[in-house]
Nanobody, 121 residues
Framework: QVQLVESGGGLVQAGGSLRLSCAAS????????MGWYRQAPGKQRELVAA???????NYADSVKGRFTISRDNAKNTVYLQMDSLKPEDTAVYYC???????????????WGQGTQVTVSS
């Protein structure tokens, strides 16, 4: 089994910052892509940012220049630094990993439980 534990969400005023963390543990041999998604009320879950094992990053247009994704491979942890937050960033944020379990040739996806981010105007 694999567990993803997220932390760092909360309430912040517009223009403020938050840093999300997601630590993966369990039956993991390696992790390829790590990412953050978000889902606002009444909307579909969307990709916010992703980072590959080689460090390549991808961002949603709405967060480019404001959010920064990073990872610590030794700790199997991914971070999302969110600056200049806007009310429209309010959502539940979920981390996601594409990982290879020991003894398997194919990869699996795992999701965190989600952490609420609320940005007040």
């Amino acid at each position: 089994q694999v567990q993803l534990v997220e932390s760092g969400g909360g309430l912040v005023q517009a223009g403020g910052s938050l840093r999300l963390s997601c630590a993966a543990s369990g039956d993991i041999f390696s992790i390829d892509t790590m990412g953050w998604y978000r889902q606002a009320p009444g909307k579909q879950r969307e990709l916010v940012a992703a980072i590959t094992s080689g460090g390549s990053t991808n961002y949603a247009d709405s967060v480019k220049g404001r959010f920064t994704i990073s990872r610590d491979n030794a700790k199997n942890t991914v971070y999302l630094q969110m600056d200049s937050l806007k009310p429209e960033d309010t959502a539940v944020y979920y981390c996601n990993i594409d990982f290879l379990p020991p003894g398997y040739s194919g990869s699996f996806l795992a999701w965190g439980q989600g952490t609420q981010v609320t940005v007040s105007s």
